[in-house]
T-cell receptor, first 116, second 112 residues
Framework: KAGVTQTPRYLIKTRGQQVTLSCSPISGHRSVSWYQQTPGQGLQFLFEYFSETQRNKGNFPGRFSGRQFSNSRSEMNVSTLELGDSALYLC???????????????FGPGTRLLVL | EDQVTQSPEALRLQEGESSSLNCSYTVSGLRGLFWYRQDPGKGPEFLFTLYSAGEEKEKERLKATLTKKESFLHITAPKPEDSATYLCAVQVRIQGAQKLVFGQGTRLTINP
């Protein structure tokens, strides 16, 4: 079974631009979560989607948004990019309902975004 | 506030030299504790899930244990290919949704 895939793998943008990242979960998984990873802050939760609904959101500004499609694929968008948005953006998928005891999330390879 | 602390931040071992990594947590509503391995430039790779105090899981040279306040990842006779950053995460339930709270990780280097 194919794992979580993310596109693109690498991206270079300039301040003020916007970017859209894509995530395809493991087949059959209905929950998708997004994380930002930086050397200083580590892995930080952005948001989670289940059945096309955002179920939870982390402490990030409104410039960060996302959505999930009926086939469980998800996209996240960052508008008005800032230098501090440079990071590895990770997508993770899980099979069962959010909040299920010990539900395991499987991560994709990430999209490395560099903002100049 | 939910918090996960890993120690040490970095660890260098000789091949075959066993050691342990620590993950301590203060969270409300723990739903599970997870260990992941992350290689440079890649996404975290799932290793173990632990649910309750006293539980243990093993995989090759790795063994994870859980108490009420912390978890240990024991590495027995490590090899250079075990070099990676090991991440600990706790799953918490917030308003009907789940969230993983990660520690900062332990960067493990195994010298041949």
């Amino acid at each position: 079974k194919a794992g979580v895939t993310q596109t693109p793998r690498y991206l270079i943008k300039t301040r003020g631009q916007q970017v859209t990242l894509s995530c395809s979960p493991i087949s059959g998984h209905r929950s998708v979560s997004w994380y930002q990873q930086t050397p200083g802050q580590g892995l930080q939760f952005l948001f989670e989607y289940f059945s096309e609904t955002q179920r939870n959101k982390g402490n990030f500004p409104g410039r960060f948004s996302g959505r999930q499609f009926s086939n469980s694929r998800s996209e996240m968008n960052v508008s008005t990019l800032e230098l501090g948005d440079s990071a590895l953006y990770l997508c993770a998928s899980s099979f069962r309902l959010p909040g299920h005891l010990g539900e395991t999330q499987y991560f994709g390879p990430g999209t490395r975004l560099l903002v100049l | 506030e939910d918090q996960v602390t890993q120690s040490p931040e970095a660890l260098r071992l000789q091949e075959g030299e066993s050691s342990s990594l620590n993950c301590s947590y203060t969270v409300s509503g723990l739903r599970g504790l997870f260990w992941y391995r992350q290689d440079p430039g890649k996404g975290p790779e799932f290793l173990f899930t632990l649910y309750s105090a006293g539980e243990e899981k093993e995989k090759e040279r790795l063994k994870a244990t859980l108490t009420k306040k912390e978890s240990f990842l024991h590495i027995t006779a490590p090899k250079p290919e075990d070099s990676a950053t090991y991440l600990c995460a706790v799953q918490v339930r917030i308003q009907g949704a789940q969230k993983l709270v990660f520690g900062q990780g332990t960067r493990l280097t195994i010298n041949p």
